[in-house]
């Protein structure tokens, strides 16, 4: 694994401009919802900005700053959503990247020492349990408990139902066995993981801990060739995530095997829907790890030129990364399929507003995260619509959550459990029930 460190980035943390950009999102259509920042809109000051993050990585290297409450609760109130990124390469392009320096700045935190509690307890787990609540590794198969389905540790299969951190909530066991239905009932040849599933090491990258990160990814890739499978369908959008954007930082690569959401299968064998006596009006929130964090992330360098005699600039050996080849329509189909009629937010697709779950920072400052979910929810109830649909589970537990905490009106249902609830074939016996 070749580490990307501050130092290593300190030109283009020093190239950054403080132009604010980083802040907003390129198309503002309210004043309402021009924020793409989770981290300004809840710190109210230029430091939790992207930009003013790289500030605070800039002082650091040059020591000119150290380590400070105030310091950390900056970097760690951010749900590391790439939304300053997209924001930032629209104007400048790779110039500065601001989420290369973010991710390196909390790598140089956590080595030192200085990550949060509750997530250096979360990374505790991981490197001890193989996973971030410490539960027992043989957990991961409770969902399927009593069903007969093909494991990993004793068969092969052409493919490989990755199912990730939902198979430690049982909310989520419904929908786990809808998508096994679903697939047994098209003649697939699948297998899943059950207790031999390791964990993707995508959340201990976004914490801080690389090394670690590379661990669980060398397993998890090893894993997977093991299985035999050319197709890995994935349930959850940070697994998607860390499997398209942060194994190829980590320098990882699974081989051969065409990695799929769960939300493109379906979109592509979605049975027909029960009658509905009206389609139901639904918002849908795209999830920053499906979507902008969800494009393939490929190498790519770049040479610096200069142009009109004096002007530096790059001449890029590769298209730029700028979200927009993550997943957006596949979701939308399902639910379309399923019976719902879709309006949009303000804030969508590749500039999506995150709801503050991901990235460690619900655990790191739960008030920023329900600052951002409360941000989240007033737009989606902004548009009429009775529901909240997301594809993430972790996006739509917290906004769940934050909804009745705050009596937002407005449901807010996963994107599986929406199609599942919706279709008239019946689906595998619930593990509670058996």
């Given at each position: 694994?070749t580490a990307?460190?501050?130092e290593?980035?300190?030109?283009?943390?020093?190239s950054?401009?403080?132009?604010?950009?980083?802040?907003?999102?390129?198309?503002?259509?309210?004043?309402?919802?021009a924020?793409?920042?989770?981290s300004?809109h809840?710190?109210?000051?230029?430091?939790?900005?992207?930009?003013?993050?790289?500030?605070?990585?800039?002082?650091?290297?040059?020591?000119?700053?150290?380590y400070?409450?105030?310091?950390?609760?900056?970097?760690?109130?951010?749900?590391?959503?790439g939304g300053?990124?997209?924001?930032?390469k629209?104007?400048f392009?790779e110039?500065?990247?601001?989420?290369?320096?973010?991710?390196?700045?909390?790598?140089?935190?956590?080595a030192?020492?200085?990550?949060?509690?509750?997530l250096?307890?979360?990374?505790?787990?991981?490197?001890h349990?193989?996973?971030?609540?410490?539960?027992?590794?043989?957990?991961?198969?409770d969902?399927?408990?009593?069903?007969?389905?093909?494991?990993?540790?004793?068969a092969?299969?052409?493919?490989?139902?990755?199912?990730?951190?939902?198979?430690f909530?049982?909310?989520?066991?419904?929908?786990?066995?809808?998508?096994?239905?679903?697939?047994?009932?098209?003649?697939?040849?699948?297998?899943?993981?059950?207790?031999?599933?390791?964990?993707t090491?995508?959340?201990?990258?976004?914490v801080?801990?690389?090394?670690?990160?590379a661990?669980?990814?060398?397993?998890?890739?090893a894993?997977?060739?093991?299985?035999?499978?050319?197709?890995l369908?994935?349930y959850?959008?940070?697994?998607?995530?860390?499997?398209?954007?942060?194994?190829?930082?980590?320098g990882?690569?699974?081989d051969?095997?065409?990695?799929?959401?769960?939300?493109?299968?379906?979109?592509?064998?979605?049975?027909a829907?029960?009658?509905?006596?009206?389609?139901?009006?639904?918002?849908?929130?795209?999830?920053?790890?499906?979507?902008?964090?969800?494009?393939?992330?490929?190498?790519?360098?770049?040479?610096?030129?200069?142009?009109?005699?004096s002007?530096?600039a790059?001449?890029?050996?590769?298209?730029?990364?700028l979200g927009?080849?993550?997943?957006?329509?596949?979701?939308?189909?399902?639910?379309?399929?399923?019976?719902?009629?879709?309006?949009?937010?303000?804030?969508?697709?590749?500039?999506?507003f995150c709801?503050?779950?991901?990235?460690?920072?619900?655990?790191?400052?739960p008030?920023f995260?329900?600052?951002a979910a409360?941000?989240?929810?007033?737009?989606?109830?902004?548009?009429?619509?009775e529901?909240l649909v997301?594809?993430?589970?972790?996006?739509?537990?917290?906004?769940?959550e934050v909804?009745?905490?705050?009596?937002?009106p407005?449901?807010?249902?996963?994107?599986?459990?929406?199609a599942?609830?919706r279709?008239?074939?019946?689906?595998?016996?619930p593990?509670?029930e058996?």
């Amino acid at each position: 694994m070749t580490a990307t460190t501050l130092e290593s980035l300190h030109d283009k943390i020093a190239s950054c401009t403080r132009c604010t950009f980083c802040k907003w999102v390129p198309e503002i259509r309210s004043e309402a919802f021009a924020e793409i920042c989770p981290s300004v809109h809840y710190g109210k000051f230029f430091s939790y900005t992207g930009g003013g993050k790289l500030i605070a990585a800039y002082a650091l290297l040059h020591q000119r700053t150290e380590y400070t409450e105030a310091f950390i609760d900056n970097v760690y109130s951010c749900s590391m959503c790439g939304g300053c990124d997209t924001s930032c390469k629209t104007l400048f392009a790779e110039f500065v990247e601001p989420l290369d320096s973010l991710y390196a700045l909390r790598r140089k935190v956590t080595a030192d020492g200085h990550a949060p509690a509750p997530l250096r307890a979360m990374l505790d787990h991981l490197r001890h349990a193989g996973n971030a609540l410490g539960l027992p590794e043989s957990r991961r198969a409770d969902w399927f408990a009593g069903l007969e389905l093909k494991q990993t540790a004793k068969a092969r299969a052409r493919c490989l139902f990755h199912v990730g951190t939902a198979a430690f909530d049982a909310d989520e066991w419904p929908s786990l066995l809808f998508v096994c239905a679903e697939l047994a009932r098209r003649g697939v040849d699948f297998a899943v993981g059950g207790a031999d599933e390791p964990d993707t090491g995508g959340f201990a990258y976004d914490v801080g801990d690389q090394e670690l990160a590379a661990d669980l990814a060398r397993r998890t890739a090893a894993w997977v060739k093991e299985s035999g499978a050319d197709t890995l369908i994935v349930y959850g959008d940070d697994s998607f995530s860390a499997f398209r954007n942060i194994y190829p930082r980590l320098g990882i690569a699974l081989d051969g095997v065409e990695i799929v959401h769960v939300s493109q299968w379906l979109a592509q064998n979605l049975a027909a829907a029960a009658a509905q006596p009206a389609p139901e009006l639904v918002t849908y929130h795209d999830s920053c790890r499906l979507g902008r964090l969800g494009e393939e992330r490929r190498p790519r360098q770049a040479e610096t030129v200069v142009v009109y005699n004096s002007l530096p600039a790059l001449r890029p050996t590769a298209e730029l990364h700028l979200g927009v080849q993550g997943v957006y329509d596949a979701p939308r189909h399902v639910l379309e399929a399923a019976g719902a009629q879709i309006v949009e937010m303000e804030r969508v697709r590749e500039f999506t507003f995150c709801c503050g779950a991901g990235g460690g920072a619900k655990e790191a400052n739960p008030a920023f995260a329900q600052a951002a979910a409360v941000h989240r929810l007033r737009e989606a109830h902004r548009t009429g619509a009775e529901t909240l649909v997301t594809s993430c589970t972790a996006c739509a537990r917290h906004m769940k959550e934050v909804a009745v905490t705050e009596q937002i009106p407005i449901a807010v249902v996963g994107l599986v459990e929406f199609a599942r609830s919706r279709q008239a074939a019946p689906s595998l016996t619930p593990a509670a029930e058996i």
